[in-house]
């Protein structure tokens, strides 16, 4: 499996790469056939005082892939969310094709 994430605006802190390295090793547990997860990372509003975040991931598996985006006031919140929705769409995904 490979990882990439990329920040659009912003410097990551080696906390935050670390968090979502850590959450997506777990993704492989619900597809074994995963090539490639893209993370993006972004500020939006930049020039407001609130700068909400947000968090794509992207993973691609033979003949498919799948894409979720979720935003929130923390990186973390956004990116767990986002989390979520992509393991929801991967367990679908496999129902379809188990029925």
Known sequence: MNVNIQTVRFNPDGKLVEYVNKKLQKIGTFHDRIIKVDVFL???NVV???KDKIAEIRVQVPRHQFFVKATSKSFEESFDSA????????KRQKEKQAA
């Open 42 to 44: 972004k500020l939006d």
């Open 83 to 90: 989390l979520d929705s992509l393991v929801n769409q991967i």
């Open 48 to 50: 407001h005082a609130i």
